[in-house]
């Protein structure tokens, strides 16, 4: 198994582009999010998704659109890129056990720059 | 609000010293996970508590969760080098929510 993988590792953007992150588990993990990880501020949910076709906000959605079309995939749309989104963005997935969600099994992350 | 805060923000010790970082919601919570993040690197799951006042274990690590299910703490007895990195709590909250909020992590320095 492959785990969790992103792509691109590394991306460098002019302010207004707007591109996708990709990210896919191989786990069959009903659950997947994202991330994003600023110095002093943790790991702050932007998206996640409790199945295909369901998503929904974290805590910090602005800019950032996604969608779930199938178990394995779930895309990070920037739409115009803002100095703001430079940040190191991680995607992660987990399943349900009964009724507890269980270990979140992390990709390597996305460095982004954006200038 | 749903946060969990998390305390020391940055803590540095003395190889063989003892560390713990605590983490604190207002709200019920409905489990809580620790990870580790080493520099440069993706945050690994360590452990889930999921019962009011439960304690585990992993050889020098200690995990615990408060009776009420609003605090959480992490104690590495005789820190080593090996210990360094950053260390999350991360909780889902009561009341069906599927998301997962982390704390802001405790940077954790070891000194030979």
């Known amino acids: 198994n492959a785990g969790v993988t992103q792509t691109p590792k590394f991306q460098v953007l002019k302010t207004g582009q707007s591109m996708t992150l990709q990210c896919a588990q191989d786990?069959?993990?009903?659950?997947m999010s994202w991330y994003r990880q600023d110095p002093g501020m943790g790991l702050r949910l932007i998206h996640y998704?409790?199945?295909?076709?369901?998503?929904d906000q974290g805590e910090v959605p602005n800019g950032y659109n996604v969608s779930r079309s199938t178990t394995e995939d779930f895309p990070l749309r920037l739409l115009s890129a803002a100095p703001s989104q430079t940040s190191v963005y991680f995607c992660?997935?987990?399943?349900?056990?009964?009724?507890?969600?269980?270990?979140?099994?992390f990709g390597p992350g996305t460095r982004l720059t954006v200038l | 609000g749903q946060q969990v805060m998390q305390i020391p923000q940055y803590q540095h010790v003395q190889e063989g010293e003892d560390f713990t970082t605590y983490c604190n919601s207002s709200?019920?919570?409905?489990?809580i996970q620790w990870y580790k993040q080493r520099p440069g690197g993706h945050p690994v799951f360590l452990i889930q508590?999921?019962?009011?006042?439960e304690v585990k274990k992993q050889k020098r690590l200690t995990f615990q969760f408060g009776e009420a299910k609003k605090n959480s703490s992490l104690h590495i007895t005789a820190t080593q080098t090996t210990d360094v990195g950053t260390y999350f709590c991360?909780?889902?909250?009561?009341?069906?929510?599927?998301?997962?909020?982390f704390g802001a992590g405790t940077r954790l320095a070891v000194h030979p």
């Open positions: 508590l999921v019962k009011s006042g």
């Open positions: 998704s409790v199945g295909a076709g369901i998503t």
């Open positions: 786990m069959n993990h009903e659950y």
């Open positions: 991360a909780a889902h909250f009561s009341g069906g929510y599927n998301k997962l909020i």
């Open positions: 992660a997935s987990s399943e349900l056990v009964g009724v507890v969600w269980n270990e979140q099994f």
């Open positions: 709200t019920t919570l409905s489990n």
